[in-house]
């Protein structure tokens, strides 16, 4: 038998258990694969940045060097073997700087890279920055003026009206007077017209600003109705007039604003809706999504 073979186990499930692999194995190595696997634990996060080649001339081996690494440690080749590396970055599990270099990775492979990175840079960023100025508190008494309203109207057009009808879907999946406007055949104004301050209205509207949400915004406020507003910036017309105020981060290379962020603050703010109802909601949604596949509307996947 040849003794670098030392394993034929399946590939490890993720980059922690790849580094075990590599020091339980250790004794087996060649002298040269041990210079590859010391490489890779002493600077795991390189494996998910650096090219193959860039990793053998840091490690001072061939690149086939790596090969016969990847395989004695249960992968098919190189690619296989990074990949866990590259997934424990783009799951947060690596710091800021060490993502930094693995966005100017895909720089170096042209255009169509740069493309990538700066678009993944901008989803980032828009998630990072918004979140960072909303507080737990901020998303905890917008959610109790929900919680509390008789009826939630949810006000998106454009970019925001699938925002607002996903929203309005996942909340009415266990909570009843959720309306996502303006209805078909309707405008905003008109849907609001019988709301008072029993209800709430969830408006988003980024710039250029959507003139029917600004107006609707007002009408809200002057009917005593609790707005609670999402938008780009804390001078946005919307927010200056909202019971509760989210400032999202809109920022993109391409030509229309993100949503990314918008649609991380109504996700926050629905799970802490449903954080705060009763033990009857939760049981809702249990029994609206056995009945759905009751009747088969979800495709029932062999275990």
């Known amino acids: 038998m040849n003794s670098t073979n030392v394993s034929f186990r399946g590939p490890p499930e993720n980059s922690t258990a790849v580094l075990e692999r590599l020091a339980d194995d250790w004794d087996a190595f060649t002298p040269e694969v041990r210079k590859a696997a010391r490489y890779v634990l002493e600077n795991p996060l390189d494996v998910g940045i650096l090219t193959v080649r860039e990793m053998a001339e840091a490690a001072h081996i061939k690149p086939n060097t790596l090969m016969r690494m990847a395989r004695q440690a249960g992968f098919d080749g190189y690619d296989e073997f990074r990949a866990p590396f590259r997934d424990a970055i783009r799951r947060g599990e690596a710091s800021f700087p060490d ?3 693995w966005l100017q990775s895909f720089r170096r492979s042209g255009e169509m890279g740069c493309l990538y990175a700066d678009m993944v840079n901008s989803a980032i960023s828009n998630i990072e920055e918004s979140f960072a100025g909303i507080s737990t508190d901020a998303f905890r008494n917008a959610a109790e003026s929900i919680w509390n309203s008789r009826n939630v109207y949810t006000l998106g057009v454009g970019v925001n009206s699938a ?21 078909p055949g309707s405008v905003a104004m008109d849907d609001l017209a019988w709301a008072d301050d029993r209800d709430a209205l969830i408006a988003m509207t980024c710039r250029p600003y959507r003139s029917e949400v600004v107006e609707a915004v007002r009408l809200a406020r002057s009917q005593e109705i609790a707005v609670i507003a999402i938008s780009d910036s804390p001078a946005s017309p919307i927010i200056m ?59 029932e996947v062999p275990k």
């Open 163 to 183: 925002n607002a009808r996903n929203f309005t879907y996942l909340a009415s999946t266990g909570m009843t007077g959720f309306h996502a406007i303006p209805r």
């Open 241 to 299: 007039d909202a019971s509760h105020r989210f400032v999202v981060s809109a920022d993109t290379p391409q030509f229309f604003p993100s949503s990314i962020a918008t649609i991380a603050v109504l996700e926050t703010l629905l799970s802490f809706v449903i954080a705060l109802s009763s033990d009857e909601t939760v049981e809702r949604v249990e029994k609206f999504h056995k009945r759905r596949h009751q009747l088969g509307i979800y495709m």
């Open 99 to 101: 993502r930094a270099r």
